[in-house]
C-alpha cells in the first residue's frame, strides 16, 4: 500500500510562485521499487476534478494544456517526492491540488486509473 502526503499550499497573490510536494511512502504491487506513474490533479469548488500533469517511471511528462509553460512536474526517487513547481499563479488556479500514483508504470491524464491519492493541499490566488 502507498500513502501519500501532499504540502505546500496556501494562499498566495496572482503571478506569485509555489512549490507542492507530494512524501510518499509504503509500495505499489509493482515487484520493482519506485517503478510506477505518479500525477497531480485538481478540483476547484463546484467543479470535477482535473488532470493537471503526470511524470512516468523514467521521467517522461505530460501535461493539460492551461499549464504548459507555467508548471512544471518533477521527483525525486530518493525523497520519495512528487513535485509540482507553479509559477505566475492566477486566480483560475485556486483549487484543491492531489498527487495519486498507479500500480503500473504508465503516466496518463485518466483520474480513474490512478489507485492512491493524498488527500490533498489548498491553493487559493487572489487577484
Known amino acids: 500500500q502507498l500513502q501519500l502526503v501532499e504540502s505546500g499550499g496556501g494562499l498566495v497573490q496572482a503571478g506569485d510562485s509555489l512549490r ?3 512524501a510518499h511512502s509504503g509500495r ?5 521499487p519506485m517503478d510506477y506513474a505518479m500525477g497531480w490533479f485538481r478540483q476547484a469548488p463546484g467543479k470535477e476534478r482535473e488532470f493537471v500533469s503526470a511524470i512516468n517511471a523514467m521521467g517522461s511528462t505530460i501535461y493539460v494544456d492551461s499549464v504548459k509553460g507555467r508548471f512544471t512536474i518533477s521527483r525525486d526517487k530518493a525523497k520519495k517526492t512528487l513535485y509540482l513547481q507553479i509559477n505566475n499563479l492566477k486566480p483560475e488556479d485556486t483549487a ?3 498527487c495519486a500514483a498507479r500500480n503500473n508504470g504508465g503516466a496518463v491524464r485518466n483520474v480513474a486509473l490512478y489507485d492512491y491519492w493524498g488527500q ?8
Request: charged residues 0%; contains cysteine; aromatic residues 6%.
Open 20 to 22: 507542492l510536494s507530494c
Open 28 to 32: 505499489t504491487v509493482s515487484p520493482v
Open 96 to 98: 484543491v491540488y492531489s
Open 120 to 127: 490533498g493541499t489548498q491553493v487559493t490566488v487572489s487577484s
